[in-house]
């Protein structure tokens, strides 16, 4: 921080194709905004007019035209380096920040001095339920939304999640700095649970701010290139990232569980994309294991207090027939114990 009594924020925004989603957005930034404060939009070469739209609906925007697509991780890299504030906050195009978000988002950088990013409390488009109210990341390396559909009234109090959702992530600049940001190999998809796994990593608390509340009109999309982006990240999450302990101990049941994933996809109709991702994960094994080096560098916790951040069962909307499966559920707290019993 830079000494003064409120921290300023860059709010961060990528859009690519974004004309017709992200004017509400920079409407409510732009009323939340205080001195000092940083609005950066970073189009990816859109050929909607996105950037001209923004110029003009958001004056004090600055607009940064990059040539190609770089994805959402490579466009908030370069947002985020022309950022000059102490905190920066993620949001999407079609999230919308309500009354009092920023300033609240601002506020838990002294009121939780532990903590190094945190989300907003992110509800769907009719602003009474959750999308999400902070990640769950299971010993696989699965990530999703924690208390999809609950009534948003139902949680008021904040607390430490798995990972903090990339639609409303506000962390702190210098951290981020440290981090070395998001990697750009990523593109899209798992990004932001990636990155909170380092910043936990590194000793940071990662959290959920419920009085700050962001709009978003989302969707869950289960196409077959969404397949391919998170099975690719989420084997390069866990190479880069799992303690080398925790690492061997899993690797056994990591091979299995992705043979059985394989006949899933088969069934579900993506195993084109399941074979694509194997493929990348393999090719891009070098890149992995030299970011690996860098962040096991950082880690500032045990593999212990790693495992004690992961959730040994499947559940929630996004796992139908496991979330309901006692034996299932059962049989994954009883491994999950022998690991961390190992650890």
């Not at 859009?15 to 189009?43: C, H, K, M, R």
């Not at 009092?100 to 838990?108: D, K, Q």
């Amino acid at each position: 921080m830079n000494g003064r009594s409120r921290p300023s924020l860059a709010v961060v925004v990528v859009t690519f194709n974004s004309a017709g989603d992200v004017g509400p957005l920079l409407d409510a930034v732009d009323d939340q905004l205080a001195e000092g404060d940083e609005l950066i939009v970073v189009d990816n070469a859109s050929t909607d007019g996105s950037a001209d739209f923004v110029a003009e609906r958001a004056p004090r925007a600055r607009v940064e035209r990059v040539a190609a697509n770089l994805g959402f991780a490579g466009g908030v890299n370069v947002g985020v380096s022309l950022a000059t504030t102490d905190l920066v906050l993620l949001l999407n195009p079609d999230a919308v920040p309500q009354p009092g978000c920023l300033e609240a988002l601002v506020a838990t950088a002294a009121d939780e001095p532990t903590w190094g990013c945190w989300q907003a409390m992110v509800a769907l488009a009719d602003g009474e339920h959750v999308n999400t109210a902070g990640g769950r990341v299971h010993f696989l390396g699965f990530g999703w939304s924690g208390a999809w559909g609950d009534r948003v009234v139902d949680h008021q109090r904040r607390e430490t999640v798995g990972f903090a959702s990339g639609a409303a992530l506000c962390i702190r600049r210098d951290l981020w700095n440290q981090l070395g940001g998001f990697d750009p190999h990523f593109f899209m998809y798992c990004e932001d649970l990636e990155l909170s796994v380092r910043v936990r990593s590194a000793g940071w608390g990662v959290g959920v701010v419920p009085e700050a509340v962001v709009g978003h009109d989302y969707e869950f999309d289960k196409g077959i290139t969404k397949w391919f982006y998170l099975e690719r990240n989420r084997w390069a999450t866990i190479i880069a990232t799992y303690p080398g302990r925790l690492l061997a101990l899993l690797f056994p049941f990591l091979v299995l569980f992705d043979l059985a994933l394989w006949v899933v996809a088969w069934r579900g109709g993506w195993a084109a994309s399941k074979r694509r991702a194997t493929l990348a994960v393999l090719r891009d094994l070098r890149h992995n294991l030299r970011r690996r080096r860098t962040i096991q560098a950082q880690r500032t916790i045990s593999s212990r207090e790693f495992a004690a951040g992961l959730t040994p069962t499947l559940d929630g909307e996004f796992f139908a027939g496991l979330a309901d499966s006692r034996p299932i559920a059962g049989a994954q707290r009883a491994f999950w114990r022998a690991i961390t019993a190992l650890l």
